[in-house]
Every structure is written in C-alpha cells, then in structure tokens.
C-alpha cells in the first residue's frame, strides 16, 4: 500500500513541474486525493458493497470535483491535473501512465447495462475539456487536443483534435512514460485543409495567367503579321501603279 502512495506521489512530481514539495503533494492536490478516494470506493464497489463504494465516490466528488465511478478500472501512475469537472463513468478502463487535464468525460453513450464507456491505452495524454464518449478504444501513446469530442476509436501513437474529432498522423512515436507536455502544439487539421485549398487555387490562378498571357503573346505575333502583311501589299499596289 505504502509502495502505491509513493508512486502515486512520484507521479505528481513527473507531471506536474510546480510541484515543490511532498507536503504540498499530499495536501493541495485534489487530482491525487481522488485518485485516494477511488481506490477505496473500488475497493468496495468489487466486493459487493455498492452502497458504500457509490458513497464514498460522492464523497470524493463533493471535496475534490472529481467524479469516478467506483466500477472505473484505473491503471498505475495515473494523473489527473487541475481535475475540477472530470467525470469518469463505471464501465471505464483506463491504462498505466494516463494524464488527464481539467473537464476530461470519459462517458457512456447508451442505457444498456454493458460496456458503454471508453478503454484508455497506456501513456495517453486527454486535453483540457476532452470528451471521450461510448464503448471506443483509445491506443497507447495517443495524444488528444484540448476540446476535442471523439466518438470513433484510435489508433495506437495517434494525435486526436477537433469535433468531431479526427485521427492525425502520430508526431512523434515515445516508448518511455514521459508525457509530452507540450499537448497543446498539435495539429488543426481544419487549418490544414484551408491551408492546401489556397496552395491549390494559387496554382491553378497561375495556371490560368500563363495561359491568358500566352493568348495575348499571339495575339499580338498575329497582329503584327497582319500589319506587315497589309503594308506589303500597299507597297505592291503602289509599284504596280508606279509601273502603269
């Protein structure tokens, strides 16, 4: 039990660099608090005491503003940072080296008493205000943007943004448990879109110039033809008359 406390600490200090001192873990983190709390209300909930698991996740909710479903299987080393408003429903997974930020869901999207919420993979990191909803996967070392709304699974070393959200091609492949605290230089992928529209309408207008320009080229070469053509025959006309 003494081990998990430590590395639960530990784990505050890996994630969280203005963590300054043990005591200031213990006593000011509400994401590690609830992660306290849950355990025990687990503890309980697995062994047939509902009432008691269910209570003790009210408890946690009203001092910490987190909300964990006793029936959530949570992973080691799991974070929540600035965690008020995160929900987290009964039939959740949730890996090793986990990182949630403020307002994360991680929600159930039917009334049938089954799986009906996300499975978190190992190493992932859920932006501020992220909502993950349904029976869906989520694979190792996924990174999901900050108000993003996924409702489809990803692929493992994926970056999630937008709503809904859209898998992006992975950044950066991290096989040790460091979380990139850099979550928020993610790509836009609407950005993306805009972005090779105007690429490709800058082509074809150039496209189209040089085409106009070639015409008005031969136009002119046509022209002038027809000029010396025209001053030609005045000058054959007038010889001609010369003659007469």
Not at 121 to 137: H, M, P, S
Not at 178 to 187: C, V
Request: aromatic share 6%; hydrophobic share 35%.
């Amino acid at each position: 039990m003494f081990e998990g406390i430590r590395e639960d600490i530990q784990t505050v200090f890996s994630n969280d660099p203005a963590a300054k001192s043990t005591v200031e873990v213990i006593l000011c983190y509400p994401g590690l608090h609830a992660i306290w709390f849950h355990k025990i209300a687990h503890w309980f909930w697995v062994r047939g005491h509902k009432l008691a698991g269910r209570f003790i996740s009210h408890i946690n909710r009203f001092f910490t503003g987190i909300e964990i479903h006793p029936g959530a299987t949570i992973g080691r080393r799991f974070f929540i940072d600035h965690g008020m408003g995160v929900v987290i429903g009964e039939t959740t997974i949730v890996g090793d080296d986990v990182l949630l930020y403020k307002g994360v869901v991680l929600g159930g999207t039917s009334l049938e008493n089954k799986k009906r919420h996300p499975t978190i993979g190992n190493n992932v990191v859920v932006g501020t205000n992220a909502i993950v909803l349904g029976d869906i996967e989520i694979g190792e070392n996924c990174k999901i943007g900050a108000g993003s709304v996924v409702t489809k699974p990803a692929p493992p070393n994926s970056t999630i943004v937008g709503i809904p959200g859209k898998t992006l091609e992975s950044l950066r492949k991290d096989k040790n448990n460091n979380h990139d605290l850099e979550h928020g230089k993610i790509p836009d992928p609407i950005t993306d879109i805009l972005t090779t529209l105007i690429l490709r309408q800058e082509k074809l207008e150039k496209v189209v110039f040089d085409d106009e320009e070639d015409e008005v080229k031969k136009t002119s070469v046509a022209y002038k033809e027809l000029r010396d053509l025209k001053q030609a025959t005045i000058k054959k006309i007038k010889r001609e008359d010369i003659k007469k």
